[in-house]
Structures are given as structure tokens and as C-alpha cells.
């Protein structure tokens, strides 16, 4: 991370290491704006008191490094961001006026971006601010990896069943809610079938009966043109003066015939003149036998004009023409048919919802028993890591409870309510002491008890819980001696599956960091770029000598100081 501005630090940069880092300094020296840095960059409250005196903004830059295919990598891709070589850059603006603004990948997004991925990379435990852990959800999801296969395996069956009966409930309730929509349509369909089975309409009808129409409603007309073009091609009988276009025709092929020997051109002439002779004779012919079979019998009309008038009925309702209501005809009786089986499908629905409630009954309880079990476990253990820790009379357990619901499935002989995950509320309990009453561990204990507490549940789940950093401010609150050793053996220990963050004044706790930072002031009293550093061989002995005695050149500290490092080394 880059600091500027903010509160005592100017400008400073801190490398963290990926197992334990301690931070340390002079009360006063900054220590705590780290761990607000952190917080800044994960989405936390923006104050503008924070703000450097005299500094228009304070600003906190970090580079995140991302597992591939992390949550966070892909909520963060999901608002624009884009990744650095696998890495995440961050960064947050506050300004002296109370203005905030945040950065992610190089994109401008909403604060609350922030805080989504940061519920993915960083538990914090401290006296103000603690995450992960203590939401009861969390809880559960760090219960069942705890608890391993014994509650994977039935949770995937239920979870599978789960979705399964909101699907099948999903459409159940649709048809039984719609069922008056449903019995409405049904009559309607069936009211339009029947009027089209009752005209029983045939394809293509509709355009035939309106050509006959047609030529019904003008056949004097008809019949009159075509005897006069009859008369024109082939004669009038009643009148021998008259001159027709087959005489006229015949007579000028003869005229060619006759010389047609003499010019091979006039011959192919009398040839073409002798089709137009032959084709005026075919027309002349079908002309005389439409004459003949042309009726114009008014009651055919009648009928004609009435069977229309039938499927017109049928295409002002059901489609533009006779083709497009049999198209509907044919939908429709498919949709009836769908309808009509509407009830047995009801009865198919219900019969499998009803089977699937009595498997999740039955998932659900071996979920209770085996988180039950694990709950069990996992309170010894942390129980017993307590009793190192400065909090010997503690005692940690499980609530694993239902809530009863009239509409839920049985478990245990009671009808509790039920979700995607079981039928199980979890939650984390402390007793600090005998005689106090287990309550939920944000409300059961102090800040650095809490922050202790913390750290003896994440020891437990150490492997088990997907947040791979962690930050611990004040964990060492109230203690000393052999119990701050054992702090700090533990945090080491969680340091090898996760990174871990401390901002602690032990040096019993900070001597098991893989990497101690120092904090100090200038002497205006502002932390520069000089003012955060890496620890290593003198002067870190020099400090935990410090923190030791308070006096560096302490020869009893100094011997101390390297023993508590010789006993990190070994153990680590």
C-alpha cells in the first residue's frame, strides 16, 4: 500500500508479506493508520477528519494480488475492472470536504463495489471493525467445510432437490393460481373450434368460390363477348355476308400456296399464315364450348355467395384467410389439449412436490446431525486453543437451531422452515466465563478478548475458510508473558494457509512475523516515506528490545529479544 495524507502518515509505503506481518512503533506512531489504510481500501467509512492538517486529500493506493478464478477477480472484471498481471489495483480519494471517491483496475466505481470484494479477500478483527466470522452465514459456510464430507455430500442432494421442488412449487402455483384464466381460455377455444368445424372450411376454398362468384355474377356478359368473338373467328351463320378472320385467313394461305414452289421465303410464310389458320381454329372451338357450358343459374350464385359469407364469418375472427384460420384450428386443438391435461399434470406436480419435501426432510436432518456433530468438535478445539490464549475459563460453542414453520419440512419431529442450504440456523456462542450466559460472540466479549476469540476459531478453520488475509488490530490487548507467546505461535500458524496482518505492541507476538514493520515518526511528528520500514537482523532485535524494556540498548532485553526470535525460528 501507498499512504499520503492521512492522518499522521505523509507519505509511506508498506509491503506486506504473504505470511505474518506485524506492525509495529511508539504508541502514537501510526500503527493504527495502517490497519485504517486496509480498511479505506476495502470499502470502509470515508471521514474527512482522517484527512492530513493542511493536505487537500488523503489518498491510499494497493496492490492486491488474486487467486485465479477468485470471487473477487470476477466481481471486480464484472464492474470493468482489469487486472495487473493477476494483481488488483486499488485505490481510494477522501477530500479535506468530506468527498470520497474509489478506484478499481483503473475504473471509478461505487464504495460499496469495495466493500462486495472485500467480504471476499479480508476478515478484519479489531475493537471497531469485525468481519467474516461473526456473520452468522459465514459461520455456517465455515461449519460445513469444518465438518467435511459428512455435510458436503448431503448438501449437494438437498441443494439439488432443493432447486428441484422450487421449480416444480414455481409451476405449481402457476396453475393452480391461473386455473380460472385457464378454464377461460379452455371455453374459448373450444367455442371457436366447434364454429369452425361446423363450417368445415377446406384449403384454398375461399379464393375458388370467389373466382365462381366472380363468373356467375357476369355470365351474360361473358356469354355475349364470347359469341361475338366466336362470330369473328369462325363466322356467323345467320348472316353468309358476313366476314370472318378464318375466311380471310384461308383465303391468303391459298394465295401463297400457289406460288409458294417459286420462292423458298413466300413458302415459309404460307406455313406460319397455316398455324394462324390452325390456332384461330382452336380458339374459335374453345370459345363455342365455354358459350356452351357457361351457367348462369341465379340459385348456384345464391349458394355461392352464402358458403362465403360462412368463411368470411371465420377469417374476420381467426385468421386473414381459409389457410391461416386452419393454421389457428390446428394450434388451438394443441393448446386444448395442453389445457385439458393441465389437471393431471397438477396431480403429477403434487404428487412430486410431495416426495421431494419428504427428501429434503430427510437431507435436511442428516445436515442437522452432522453440523450437530462437527458444532461439537469445533468448540473443543476452540475451547482449548482459549485456555492458551489468556481466556482460560472461555468457552466457545455452536447454536445450531430450526425455526419452526407450519409450511416447512420435518426435522427432528417438528415442521421448521427450510432454504438452499438446510434447515439449520448457525451461530457462533461465547461464555467468557462460568456462570455467564453463551451469547453471540460480537456481543459475548471485549474487543481484545473478541480479536483473541477470532484468532482461535480462525486457527481452527485455518484451511477451511476462502478469505486469504487476515488483520488482527489489538488481539494482544490485556496480555502478556507466556500467553502473548502463544499468540503469537498461533497467528504463525494460521500464517502458513493465509496471509495475516498485526498491528501489536508484543514483541513476544511480533518476534513469530515472517516480516516486522516499523512505524516512527520524523521528528515534526508526520511518518514519511522513511517512516514505515522492514525490520531485519539489528534492528530488529533493536526494536523488540524496545518493546521489550523500552530501551534499546538493553543488554537483559537484547538477550531476550534474540532468544524470543531463536524460539520463532525453531518453531517456525
Known amino acids: 500500500m501507498r499512504i499520503r495524507s492521512l492522518g499522521v502518515i505523509d507519505d509511506a509505503v508498506v509491503e506486506l508479506s504473504p505470511g505474518f506481518t506485524a506492525v509495529t512503533g511508539e504508541t502514537g506512531a501510526g500503527k493504527t493508520m495502517v490497519v485504517t489504510s486496509l480498511g479505506l481500501l476495502l470499502g470502509g467509512r470515508a471521514d474527512p477528519a ?26 471486480a472484471e464484472e464492474a470493468g475492472a482489469e487486472l495487473d498481471d493477476g494483481a488488483l489495483l486499488v485505490s481510494r480519494t477522501i477530500s479535506a470536504e468530506g468527498r470520497s471517491r474509489a478506484y478499481l483496475g483503473g475504473r471509478s466505481v461505487p464504495n460499496g463495489v469495495l466493500a462486495e470484494i472485500a467480504d471476499e479477500l479480508v476478515a478484519v478483527h479489531g475493537q471497531t471493525d469485525q468481519q467474516g466470522l461473526l456473520r452468522p452465514a459465514r459461520q455456517r459456510e465455515a461449519l460445513d467445510r469444518y465438518a467435511g464430507d459428512a455435510v458436503a455430500g448431503p448438501l449437494t442432494k438437498y441443494a439439488e432437490a432443493y432447486r428441484r421442488l422450487r ?30 368445424a361446423a363450417v368445415e372450411p377446406l384449403p384454398g376454398e375461399d379464393v375458388e368460390l370467389a373466382a365462381e362468384a366472380e363468373r356467375l355474377g357476369h355470365a351474360e356478359a361473358l356469354a355475349s363477348a364470347a359469341a361475338l368473338a366466336h362470330s369473328a373467328l369462325a363466322g356467323n351463320p345467320e348472316d353468309p355476308e358476313s366476314v370472318d378472320a378464318a375466311t380471310l385467313v384461308a383465303g391468303a394461305h391459298r394465295a401463297l400456296e400457289a406460288v409458294r414452289s417459286h420462292d423458298p421465303a413466300l413458302a415459309a410464310l404460307a406455313e406460319r399464315i397455316g398455324e394462324v389458320a390452325i390456332l ?35 377469417t374476420r375472427k381467426y385468421g386473414e384467410d381459409i389457410q391461416a384460420v386452419l393454421g389457428w384450428a390446428q394450434q388451438g386443438a394443441a393448446r386444448l389439449t395442453e389445457l385439458d391435461g393441465d389437471d393431471d399434470r397438477i396431480g403429477e406436480l403434487t404428487a412430486e412436490r410431495d416426495g421431494l419435501r419428504r427428501e429434503l426432510s430427510v437431507l435436511a436432518q442428516e445436515l442437522t446431525d452432522a453440523r450437530t456433530e462437527a458444532a461439537a468438535r469445533f468448540a473443543d478445539a476452540v475451547t482449548a486453543e482459549l485456555a492458551s490464549l489468556a481466556m482460560p475459563h472461555a468457552r466457545v460453542s455452536f447454536a445450531v437451531r430450526q425455526v419452526e414453520d407450519a409450511e416447512g419440512v420435518e426435522v427432528g419431529g417438528r415442521t421448521v422452515a427450510y432454504g438452499p442450504t438446510g434447515a439449520d440456523e448457525v451461530e457462533l456462542l461465547l461464555a467468557p466465563h462460568p456462570g455467564a450466559p453463551a451469547r453471540p460472540i460480537a456481543k459475548g ?66 518476534a513469530f512475523a515472517d516480516r516486522q514493520l516499523l512505524v516512527e515518526k520524523t521528528n515534526d511528528g508526520s511518518v514519511t516515506r522513511s517512516g514505515v ?7 530488529r532485535v533493536r526494536e523488540l528490545s524496545r518493546m521489550l524494556a523500552g530501551q534499546e540498548d538493553s543488554e537483559t532485553a537484547r538477550a531476550h529479544a534474540e532468544e524470543l526470535l531463536a524460539t520463532a525460528r525453531a518453531e517456525g
Open 50 to 75: 482522517l484527512v492530513r492538517i493542511g493536505a487537500k486529500a488523503a489518498v491510499v493506493e494497493g496492490r492486491i494480488a488474486l487467486r485465479a478464478g477468485a470471487t473477487a477477480a470476477i466481481r
Open 167 to 196: 421449480a416444480v412449487a414455481g409451476e405449481l402455483e402457476e396453475l393452480t393460481t391461473r386455473a380460472r384464466e385457464r378454464a377461460q381460455e379452455a371455453d374459448l377455444l373450444r367455442f371457436g373450434l366447434d364454429e369452425i
Open 280 to 314: 384461330l381454329g382452336d380458339v374459335a372451338g374453345e370459345l363455342a364450348g365455354y358459350a356452351d357450358d357457361l351457367d348462369a343459374d341465379p340459385l348456384r350464385l345464391a349458394a355461392v355467395e352464402e358458403r362465403r359469407a360462412a368463411l368470411t364469418g371465420l
Open 533 to 539: 520500514t522492514v525490520l531485519e537482523g539489528e534492528d
Open 445 to 510: 466479549a471485549s474487543g481484545g478478548e473478541l480479536s483473541r476469540v477470532m484468532l482461535a476459531v480462525e486457527v481452527v478453520f485455518a484451511g477451511t475458510d476462502p478469505v486469504p488475509t487476515y488483520l488482527f488490530d489489538e488481539v494482544d490487548a490485556g496480555v502478556g508473558g507466556r500467553a502473548a507467546v502463544e499468540i503469537g505461535r498461533r497467528l504463525a500458524k494460521l500464517a502458513k494457509s493465509a496471509q495475516v496482518v498485526v498491528v501489536t505492541h508484543l514483541p513476544q507476538v511480533a
